[in-house]
């Protein structure tokens, strides 16, 4: 039977072009949720990884903490993350890279002054379903991270190592995953 396009049923009109509607409204979703963050951001960083080929470079704005609680000579405090990035496939690898906006709440185990754990996981779209030639099934995907940080003392910088995962928790196969040890460097707002 062939069908005229106003009389396709509604989910068939949307997919054409919807990559581009959904990545907006997740940047706009992320910013609404930073501006009601307090007004001081703690944090901008630059993270930049890769695994079996695969590349991974973010920018990324983490709030001032949101909730902490002392224990003495150590601290666990919880802030929000935004990130934006892009995320490519191994070289020659047909496929165009892919852009990303994330939203992630990271707790964070201060076991020195300057030294913690960081463990964080929030929703990120994605610009497309392909890194290069692997098939990731749904623009939507959770972003795992496991880090350890350190700021440099007695200046607004900070180092650390992130190791970020995503995945779209089997909403549709495949779910590949896609995985990615980062460097980190981040300026800290005073």
């Not at 005229?4 to 949307?14: E, V």
């Not at 963050?37 to 709030?63: I, K, R």
């Not at 939507?140 to 995503?166: C, E, K, M, N």
């Amino acid at each position: 039977m062939n069908q005229s396009p106003s009389l396709q049923p509604a989910p068939l009109r949307r997919r054409a072009g919807s990559r581009l509607p959904s990545l907006v409204a997740a940047a706009a979703c992320a910013a609404a949720v930073c501006a009601s963050a307090p007004a001081h951001a703690s944090e901008l960083s630059v993270l930049a990884g890769s695994w079996d080929g695969y590349h991974n470079l973010t920018l990324a704005w983490q709030s001032s903490p949101l909730w902490q609680h002392d224990f003495g000579t150590r601290r666990l405090d919880l802030s929000l993350e935004a990130s934006a990035g892009r995320v490519f496939g191994p070289s020659g690898d047909i496929g165009s890279p892919l852009w990303h906006v994330g939203l992630t709440p990271f707790l964070s185990w201060w076991f020195t002054p300057d030294t913690a754990i960081e463990a964080g996981i929030g929703p990120n779209v994605f610009s497309g379903t392909y890194i290069g030639s692997k098939r990731i099934s749904t623009a939507y995907q959770f972003g795992d991270s496991l880090g350890l940080y350190h700021r440099i003392a007695g200046t607004p910088w900070g180092v650390g190592l992130r190791f970020t995962h995503y995945s779209n928790a089997d909403i549709k196969r495949p779910n590949p995953g896609q995985n990615y040890m980062q460097v980190r460097l981040s300026y800290e707002f005073r």
